[in-house]
């Protein structure tokens, strides 16, 4: 038994009918040119033997009682394939926009929280002759690049596949009591006052190096983006229950290339081409805000305290869209990189969880009812205009169920306020890119999704030999 950290009990608080809080990735395999290998029933039979090396497909939530304390992950020793697994077909015409609605609408559900917080949906149906994996799985049980790891337990190096060791047969801890639990969150409690004064203590040593990084903020030329200092715009209002997602593909040897010749990072790229798709989008509709957009990026800072999660904070980074030029665009935003990493270093990489940590459950959840059920996000400023996220991915080829692994599209949850995730993974010598929206807020995805290529491919024409 495990009890969630508040970083990722939060992610339980915070979630609405609107405020969706799962991860979605979608894999393609070659199923047409398995020759014969892949079918549906050998992926649930490789999925069955597998699942004892997955933590996070067997756990299940025990709540606290009344709320006094964060909730405990305990292992479901008997996992019902046919509540998380199910298959379905892609509708009409069966291309990547098609698949991207069904993605959609799956993901708009929330996942029953009575069961281990996962699905996964094969899709047959596709025009390429290929089948589709879309997983779902709450944010609270696996982010990080801890996914990658969960894809290396279900994906094979062969099409033959490999041989799988057998669970053990330990004993299982017996689930909690009520009373236990209570006794537990009283013991809690009762800590919490030492916690937060070492929180302050170690606070303390940061306070003037953060308040200068403020200070610098606050003049004209602004050396770090705060949050809650990005425009309102086409991306950002109250969220509703309805998703899109959307795909793309550029070869990552194109994105070395450029990140080669102007001397800057991947990730600087990556970001250059999303303030140049979103520059295209916004001024087709004339709505190009008044100044740069904010991308809120996550970073990795390692294994978190629950198997399958990663402790995470993030980074703001402008991204310029009212600079014309391409190749400005991209020199900008490698400088404000550079400026974000300062910032988050100063305020201490997991200065965030260190804070909700001290509050107490009850508080954290009455208050995440409140501030989505009142609309609070209309009277302040958004904490960012979108998530941006760079995971790493595969190298080599991988099989699944004797199929190849075409192409693997992560997704990310929307955040309070922020109608447009993006995530792009390295995978097998190509940038793969997922992109799930709020269609209320951010139509015609799939127009973003198209110019980040082309993005890519203009700043590949104008890079010096």
Same mark, same amino acid.
């Not at 994996?133 to 690049?145: C, D, N, P, R, V």
């Not at 995730?421 to 951010?442: A, K, Q, R, Y």
């Given at each position: 038994?495990?009890?969630?950290?508040?970083?990722?009990?939060?992610?339980?608080?915070?979630?609405?009918?609107?405020?969706?809080?799962?991860?979605?990735?979608?894999?393609?395999?070659?199923?047409?040119?398995?020759?014969?290998?892949?079918?549906?029933?050998?992926?649930?039979?490789?999925?069955?033997?597998?699942?004892?090396?997955?933590?996070?497909?067997?756990?299940?939530?025990?709540?606290?009682?009344?709320?006094?304390?964060?909730?405990?992950?305990?292992?479901?020793?008997?996992?019902?394939?046919?509540?998380?697994?199910?298959?379905?077909?892609?509708?009409?015409?069966?291309?990547?926009?098609?698949?991207?609605?069904?993605?959609?609408?799956?993901?708009?559900?929330?996942?029953?929280?009575?069961?281990?917080?996962?699905?996964?949906?094969?899709?047959?149906?596709?025009?390429?002759?290929?089948?589709?994996?879309?997983?779902?799985?709450?944010?609270?049980?696996?982010?990080?690049?801890?996914?990658?790891?969960?894809?290396?337990?279900?994906?094979?190096?062969?099409?033959?596949?490999?041989?799988?060791?057998?669970? @053990?047969?330990?004993? #299982?801890?017996?689930? $909690?009591?009520? =009373? !236990?639990?209570? %006794?537990?969150? +009283?013991? /809690?409690?009762?800590?919490?006052?030492?916690?937060?004064?070492?929180?302050?203590?170690?606070?303390?040593?940061?306070?003037?190096?953060?308040?200068?990084?403020?200070?610098?903020?606050?003049?004209?030329?602004?050396?770090?983006?705060?949050?809650?200092?990005?425009?309102?715009?086409?991306?950002?209002?109250?969220?509703?229950?309805?998703?899109?997602?959307?795909?793309?593909?550029?070869?990552?040897?194109?994105?070395?290339?450029?990140?080669?010749?102007?001397?800057?990072?991947?990730?600087?790229?990556?970001?250059?081409?999303?303030?140049?798709?979103?520059?295209?989008?916004?001024?087709?509709?004339?709505?190009?805000? @008044?100044?740069?957009? #904010?991308?809120?990026? $996550?970073?990795? =800072? !390692?294994?978190? %305290?629950?198997? +399958?999660? /990663?402790?995470?904070?993030?980074?703001?980074?402008?991204?310029?869209?009212?600079?014309?030029?391409?190749?400005?665009?991209?020199?900008?935003?490698?400088?404000?990189?550079?400026?974000?990493?300062?910032?988050?270093?100063?305020?201490?990489?997991?200065?965030?969880?260190?804070?909700?940590?001290?509050?107490?459950?009850?508080?954290?959840?009455?208050?995440?009812?409140?501030?989505?059920?009142?609309?609070?996000s209309r009277l302040h400023p958004p904490l960012q205009s979108l998530v941006v996220s760079n995971m790493p991915g595969p190298p080599i080829a991988l099989y699944c169920a004797g199929a190849?692994?075409?192409?693997?599209?992560?997704?990310?949850?929307?955040?309070?306020?922020?109608?447009?995730?993006?995530?792009?993974?390295?995978?097998?010598?190509?940038?793969?890119?997922?992109?799930?929206?709020?269609?209320?807020?951010?139509?015609?995805?799939?127009?973003?999704?198209?110019?980040?290529?082309?993005?890519?491919?203009?700043?590949?024409?104008?890079?010096?030999?």
């Open positions: 038994m495990e009890q969630l950290p508040a970083m990722d009990a939060s992610f339980l608080y915070i979630e609405s009918p609107s405020m969706l809080q799962h991860v979605l990735g979608v894999m393609l395999f070659d199923a047409a040119g398995s020759e014969g290998r892949f079918s549906i029933e050998r992926f649930r039979q490789g999925l069955r033997d597998r699942l004892h090396l997955m933590p996070a497909f067997s756990r299940r939530l025990v709540e606290v009682p009344l709320h006094l304390d964060h909730p405990y992950w305990v292992h479901d020793e008997e996992v019902d394939l046919d509540e998380h697994l199910h298959t379905t077909t892609c509708p009409a015409p069966g291309d990547l926009e098609a698949l991207g609605r069904l993605v959609g609408e799956i993901g708009s559900q929330q996942l029953p929280r009575d069961r281990p917080l996962w699905e996964l949906w094969l899709v047959e149906g596709l025009a390429s002759g290929q089948v589709a994996l879309i997983a779902k799985m709450h944010h609270a049980t696996i982010y990080g690049s801890a996914g990658a790891d969960m894809m290396a337990h279900l994906l094979d190096l062969t099409p033959d596949g490999r041989e799988v060791e057998p669970a @053990s047969t330990e004993d #299982v801890e017996a689930h $909690p009591s009520s =009373l !236990g639990l209570l %006794a537990r969150a +009283g013991l /809690n409690t009762a800590r919490r006052p030492a916690l937060a004064a070492q929180t302050v203590v170690s606070g303390a040593r940061r306070v003037g190096q953060l308040g200068g990084l403020v200070v610098r903020s606050m003049t004209s030329k602004a050396p770090v983006t705060l949050p809650f200092s990005a425009p309102r715009s086409l991306l950002n209002g109250p969220l509703t229950p309805a998703r899109q997602a959307a795909f793309t593909t550029v070869e990552f040897a194109d994105i070395k290339r450029v990140k080669d010749a102007y001397g800057t990072k991947v990730n600087d790229v990556v970001l250059a081409a999303v303030a140049d798709a979103l520059r295209a989008y916004l001024l087709k509709r004339d709505a190009l805000p @008044s100044k740069a957009l #904010v991308a809120s990026c $996550p970073m990795n =800072l !390692g294994a978190g %305290a629950v198997e +399958g999660t /990663n402790k995470l904070t993030a980074m703001m980074v402008p991204l310029p869209v009212l600079t014309a030029d391409p190749v400005e665009r991209l020199r900008e935003v490698a400088a404000a990189t550079q400026n974000a990493k300062g910032f988050t270093d100063a305020l201490g990489p997991e200065a965030v969880g260190e804070i909700a940590e001290l509050m107490p459950a009850l508080i954290i959840k009455t208050g995440s009812r409140l501030y989505d059920g009142l609309g609070l190849r692994v075409d192409a693997v599209f992560p997704l990310g949850p929307l955040l309070p306020g922020a109608g447009l995730n993006i995530t792009v993974l390295s995978n097998m010598g190509s940038l793969d890119v997922g992109m799930l929206c709020c269609p209320d807020l951010v139509p015609d995805v799939w127009e973003i999704a198209d110019a980040f290529p082309a993005a890519i491919a203009t700043l590949l024409d104008r890079a010096p030999t």
